[in-house]
Nanobody, 123 residues
């Protein structure tokens, strides 16, 4: 049973930073590419960033390029999302997801999901 658990969300002022973490268990972590998605109530889940199983290839949504960085530690079965220069429009629930193969940007391609962690950017 694959289990993904996100942490690190919270309330932050505009311009601030947060680091989200996702712990994976029950999976051969190095076989999976990992993605971060976000969702606002009433809206579709949106791709934010992804990283290939090897850690050598990353992909970002245009809206977060230059501000967010995805990384992974295959020794610890962890994936991270460093979020800098946060904006109110980054407010959403953030979800970690796993899939075999390459990084894709559509949520339906991912096999496993965490419960999410809320990020609120507000003054």
């Amino acid at each position: 049973q694959v289990h993904l658990v996100e942490s690190g969300g919270g309330l932050v002022q505009p311009g601030g930073s947060l680091r989200l973490s996702c712990a994976a268990s029950g999976v051969t972590f190095t076989s999976y590419s990992m993605g971060w998605f976000r969702q606002v109530p009433g809206m579709e889940r949106e791709f934010v960033a992804g990283i290939r199983w090897s850690g050598g290839a990353t992909k970002y949504a245009d809206s977060v390029k230059g501000r967010f960085t995805i990384s992974r530690d295959n020794n610890k079965n962890m994936v991270y999302l460093q979020m800098n220069s946060l904006k109110p429009e980054d407010t959403a629930g953030y979800f970690c997801a796993a899939k075999r193969g390459i990084v894709l940007t559509t949520s339906r391609e991912y096999d496993y999901w965490g419960q999410g962690t809320q990020v609120t950017v507000s003054s």
